[in-house]
Structure formats: structure tokens, C-alpha cells
């Protein structure tokens, strides 16, 4: 368990990270999602330990960060928003050096190199030299690097951020296999990615938590209506009227055979989906809505 209670991180005069607390239990993937400033990158840089809290409390397994520095290092893997890799050695070299570093038996490291390239989709560039590698195959080796001494905690800061689809995807297939057995932070801008992937968001706005729950509860508590379309092989004139008089319905949009209607559920909708349907669609609106509710121009 992941427990920050009441941690807040100023620069200065400014507070990146404004009374923090948030619990993240074994085995969950957590999305940090917030607008660029919003204090996401700080929040993990202090869970990792690389940034101290001004004020408050990490604490990881039971164990206050602070006092038990090198201890919890060891069972956390990140992968910085913008990974630095050294660019003369090899591949393998690079995580052979780090593997050590952290600690993974001598013996073993060979296996877990293989391992991960394979995992990682780098297998047959383990002799290259990282400087001839692309964008998208440093981050698979930063992802590697993350992971060479199997931490039980793992912290991703934009692991897809200016990737192609496919890699992307790659990423993604590849952070699912994670989360079997492994606690994952994730930051990300995409939220069809903290969708995708995520148990819990975080939504942090101007360094404070705004909301922190699954996002079936983000999508109920934040998006009050939802829209539906309804494909109609008949528009009775009966009905038509019925729809215009319920005040629980809003006609969005009509067309020859459709409509577009804003209701609290579809269950208000029962006397319409009774007529001949013949398509019925569910477009309400997704995590993206939940944000700009919660951070967009109106609560500025
Ligand atoms: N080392 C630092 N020194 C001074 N200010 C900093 C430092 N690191 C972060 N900040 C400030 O703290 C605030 C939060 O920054 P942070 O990097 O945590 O944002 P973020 O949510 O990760 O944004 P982005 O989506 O752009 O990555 C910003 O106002 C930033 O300027
Ligand atoms: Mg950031």
C-alpha cells in the first residue's frame, strides 16, 4: 500500500503539490491525469523519492519514505517523462549496468536481459549502441530499465507521450501484462489510455486533488446526462409528441429516422426503445468529459 497523507511540495513561493493525500492499495493501477503544470510529474518524483515533500507523509509498505530511502527504491521501477539514457554502450550493457546497480544477482542478469528485450519487442537489438536507437526504442529500453530489477511498484510518466499508434499500442499491451501481479502509477494525457488501463484516476488540477475514484464513480458523480441515439424505423407522430412533453428527455438532434436524446438513463427512454429500434447507440461522453468538468475554463 501507497499512502500520501497530507503531503504538499513547494518551489519556492510556488506549491506544486497542494495537501496530497491519497492511498493506492497492492496489485491497482492508478492514472494521474491533469493539465500540463498540474503537479502530476512532481507527485511521482516525490513517490519515488528524487524530490522530498515540504510537508506531510509517504508512506510505502508501511514504511515512511523518508527514513527508509534505499529500502523502498529497491521495490519501485520509473520510467521518467523524459527518460535520459546513456548512449555509448550497448543495449545490453545498459541494463546490465543498471541491473547491478540495483541490486539483481549476477547470474541472473543475463536471463533477465533477454527476457525483457523479448518482452519489450528488442530482442535483436541487445548488441546495438543506444545512440542508433529511434524514439519509440528508447522508451521500450527506458521501459526496461524501469523493470531490470522486477519492482513491485511501477511508476510510468507518459510512457506513450509522442510515440506512433503502433508503439503505442505495444506499450499499452505491455503495461496490461503488468498489472497481473505489479502496483501501477501511470501519468498520461491520453484518457482513452487511463481508460484502457487504469482501476482508479487521480485528477489533479493547480497541484490538488480534485477527484480520486474508479472511473465508472468519476462517470457517474461528474457526467450528470448521458445521449443516446436511437435509430427508428417509424417517427410516430405519438410518440414524437410524448418525447417533446417528458421532461426527463431532451431531443438533441432529429433526423429522418433518428434521434439524438439526452437522458439521466435509458430506462427513462422504455416507451421509445418499445417502438420498432432499429439501432440503439450509447454516446455518452467519457473520462474526457469528466475532465474538462472538473479542470476545464469554468472552474477557472
Ligand atoms: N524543479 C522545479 N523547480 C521549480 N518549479 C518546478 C520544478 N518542478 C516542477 N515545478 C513547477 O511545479 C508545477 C508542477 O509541475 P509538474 O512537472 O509536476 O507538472 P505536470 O502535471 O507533470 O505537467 P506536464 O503535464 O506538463 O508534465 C509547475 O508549475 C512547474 O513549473
Ligand atoms: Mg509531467
Redesign the pocket.
Known amino acids: 500500500m501507497i499512502e500520501f497523507l497530507d503531503v504538499s511540495k513547494f518551489?519556492?513561493d510556488?506549491k506544486?503539490?497542494d495537501n496530497a493525500t491519497i492511498k493506492i492499495e497492492d496489485g491497482t493501477t492508478i492514472g494521474i491525469v491533469?493539465?500540463?503544470?498540474?503537479?502530476?510529474?512532481?507527485?511521482?518524483?516525490l513517490l519515488c523519492g528524487i524530490l522530498k515533500p515540504s510537508k506531510g507523509q509517504i508512506i510505502i509498505d508501511g514504511m515512511d519514505l523518508q527514513k527508509h530511502p534505499t529500502e523502498i527504491k529497491k521495490i519501485i521501477g520509473y520510467l521518467p517523462?523524459e527518460p535520459n539514457l546513456y548512449e555509448r554502450p550497448k543495449a545490453g550493457e545498459l541494463l546490465e549496468y543498471f541491473g547491478l546497480l540495483y541490486g539483481v544477482p549476477k547470474e541472473k542478469i543475463n536471463q533477465r536481459i533477454d527476457e525483457l528485450l523479448t518482452l519489450v519487442g528488442l530482442s535483436d537489438r541487445k548488441d546495438w549502441k543506444v545512440s542508433s536507437f529511434s524514439k519509440g526504442m528508447r522508451q521500450r529500453l527506458a521501459i526496461s530499465r524501469a523493470l531490470i530489477h522486477d519492482p513491485k511498484i511501477i511508476v510510468f510518466?507518459?510512457p506513450t507521450m509522442g510515440l506512433d499508434p503502433l508503439t503505442s499500442r505495444k506499450i499499452r499491451d505491455f503495461i496490461k501484462t503488468l498489472k497481473k501481479d505489479k502496483t501501477i502509477i501511470l501519468?498520461t494525457?491520453y484518457m482513452y489510455e487511463a481508460e484502457q488501463l487504469c482501476d482508479k484516476i487521480a485528477i489533479?488540477d493547480k497541484?490538488k486533488i480534485k477527484a480520486y475514484d474508479t472511473i465508472e464513480n468519476l462517470k457517474k458523480i461528474y457526467i450528470k446526462e448521458k445521449t443516446f441515439k436511437i435509430g427508428l424505423k417509424n417517427m410516430k407522430k405519438d410518440i414524437l409528441d410524448r418525447i417533446s412533453l417528458d421532461k426527463n428527455l431532451k431531443v438533441e438532434e432529429r433526423g429522418e429516422n433518428y434521434l439524438v436524446i439526452k437522458a439521466r438513463d435509458y430506462e427513462d427512454l422504455n416507451y421509445v426503445l418499445r417502438e420498432d429500434v432499429i439501432y440503439f447507440e450509447d454516446l455518452t461522453p467519457s473520462l474526457e468529459e469528466v475532465f474538462i468538468e472538473l479542470v476545464g475554463s469554468k472552474n477557472d
Do not use: V
Not at 491533469?34 to 518524483?45: C, D, F, H, Q, S
Open positions: 518551489f519556492g510556488h506544486a503539490l491533469g493539465p500540463n503544470g498540474a503537479g502530476k510529474t512532481t507527485l511521482i518524483r517523462e510518466d507518459e501519468c494525457h489533479i497541484g
